[in-house]
């Protein structure tokens, strides 16, 4: 299992699928660049959910997600860990891992998207399978120099522009 966080939540709307990215914990021997990502679609209204649980947003009532939490507090057991654990493109499969009496663990199938804010809500790690990142992963491919370059050509162009262009 690769633990990750969730590194950004592209929200879109209408027929469009928001996108949950999920980046790699970096570890000493691995370099920014290297670290992989893993993209989920989902629902705007899920990402939008799972928004307002890292903005720690508070509703009067509460939302699925604090219901869920309460509950998972009510039955005096915890939310050990998220693991994504499948994928059938484009459909992630994840589980919600909880203990119980600190040693019993319960497992309960959820969608990603639930998952996901139900372990940030309850500040628990989120760890992808490692099947699952090495077939729907994906890797920065630019580098330090390559970034240096880029900003070169850019800044070569911008010199050559006149407000005539604009």
Not at 23 to 49: M, N, V
Request: net charge negative; glycine share 4%.
């Amino acid at each position: 299992m690769i633990r990750v966080d969730i590194e950004s939540i592209i929200m879109a709307a209408g027929p469009v699928p928001s996108i949950i990215v999920l980046r790699e914990r970096s570890h000493d021997q691995i370099g920014e660049a290297d670290r992989r990502a893993l993209s989920i679609q989902t629902g705007s209204f899920e990402a939008a959910a799972l928004g307002r649980s890292i903005e720690h947003v508070e509703s009067p009532r509460p939302v699925t997600h604090g219901l869920m939490n309460d509950i998972v507090d009510k039955l005096d057991a915890t939310v050990a860990r998220v693991e994504i654990n499948d994928v059938d493109a484009p459909v992630f499969y994840s589980t919600i891992i909880l203990s119980q009496g600190g040693s019993e663990e319960i497992k309960v199938d959820a969608r990603p998207s639930d998952a996901l804010a139900l372990a940030v809500r309850s500040r628990a790690p989120i760890f992808v399978e490692d099947d699952v990142m090495n077939r729907a992963g994906s890797t920065a491919v630019r580098s330090a120099e390559s970034n240096e370059a880029e900003f070169e050509r850019f800044d070569e162009f911008v010199q050559t522009l006149s407000p005539e262009d604009f």
